[in-house]
């Protein structure tokens, strides 16, 4: 009777973890699909400005925008530290 009471208990507390499990999962696939959607910025850069990044972008196998959103992380890293 005892071990019956212990199986069911542990039933419970397995099925609280799978329902808590899946919770998490829905979480993290919603905070995914939110960092995928993107905002458009408009940038406004001088000519000499979009250049030297244009170069860089290159040398970094990178499009502009990709550069420059890579650079703009960057900072925001830097500056959390």
Partial sequence: MEIEKREQ???ERLEKLHAMEQ?????????KEK??????????LSPS?????AKWADDDFRSING?????????VRNRRK
């Fill in 35 to 44: 960092e995928k959607a993107k905002k458009q910025v408009l940038l406004r």
């Fill in 9 to 11: 208990a542990l039933q």
């Fill in 23 to 31: 919770e998490i999962l829905e979480k993290e696939k919603n905070l």
């Fill in 49 to 53: 400005l979009w250049n030297e990044l």
């Fill in 67 to 75: 550069q420059i959103e890579f650079l703009l992380a960057e900072a």
